[in-house]
Every structure is written in C-alpha cells, then in structure tokens.
C-alpha cells in the first residue's frame, strides 16, 4: 500500500485523504483476486518505520484504521475473507486499534473462502530478529541443538510460515 501518502499530497494536498483512497482500492483489488482465485493475499499496510512520521498523520492513520476495521470486519463476512493481522511490534498499536484488530480477526477466523494478511506495525527486519530468538531461547533452554536448525527450523517461526510463498510480489 505503498505512495498513499504522496498519492493523496499530489492530488489532494492531503495525504491523509490518499490513504482513504488507498483503502478503497485495497477493497477493490481483493476483490478481483477472489474472482481470479486468488487465496491468499498478504498487505502491507504500516510498518514499524512508519512510527517515526509526523504524529498528526499516525494519529489519522490509526483513526483510519479504527474505523476501517468494522468495515473490513463487515465485508470480509459477507465474502468468507479470513483477516490475519502480522505485526512485530505489537506493544506500539493503540488500545482503540488493538481492539479493533482483535474482533476484525476473531470473527472472520471461521473464513475459508480467502486468507488477507495485513502487516501493521510490521517489519521484515524485526520478523527475523524474533524469530533468531525464538531459536536462540529454544537452544538455551535444550529444546533445540544448534546442529538441528534448518531453513524448516526457522521458517516455522515466521509470520507466515502456514501461508504458501508467494506466487507474486507487487509493489505499487
């Protein structure tokens, strides 16, 4: 969901506004990956490097998402979309955003028609650290040998490690 922000500077001279735009096409493009048979689609939405923006526009992004949780929540019934929420640091989410996310996931947990991971607060750099510790405490605590870690052994600890690999990889 990358160039929301200099999308909506350039057409709007908001960039809060593009992020609006933004979310209705997300909206749209699921869509289109159901009727192509898509299963599985995994956006990017706010990363952890996101944090450091002006606060004005975090505080209107996480409103946006408050708000566009119970949307998406609506749709994805209607549609049989499950919503996954990845994120690495969790602790930096709102409560009204937590809260939001959490419902949003819980009850579209029983979806099977289409799987949509939305990475917020979410870096591929803070996944991998949490996952080396997730195999570094195994280790220490003789749950793992060191000579037992595999590409297997830590893919497991990924996010997505019961998602298939991606077919495409699409930046906008």
Known sequence: MDGNRRYGRQRYGSATRGHWDGSKTLADFAKWCIAEGVKVLTVYAFSTENWDRDPDEVAALMAKFVRYCDELREE?????????????????????????????????????????NICLSYGSRGEIVNACRSVATDVQQGELHASDITEHTFGKRLLMSDCPDPDIVMQT
């Open 76 to 116: 994805a019934l209607v549609r049989g979309i499950r919503l996954r929420v990845l994120s690495t640091e969790t602790d930096r989410i709102p409560p009204d955003v937590a809260a939001g996310l959490k419902r949003m996931v819980e009850e579209t947990a029983h979806c099977d028609r289409f799987l949509m």
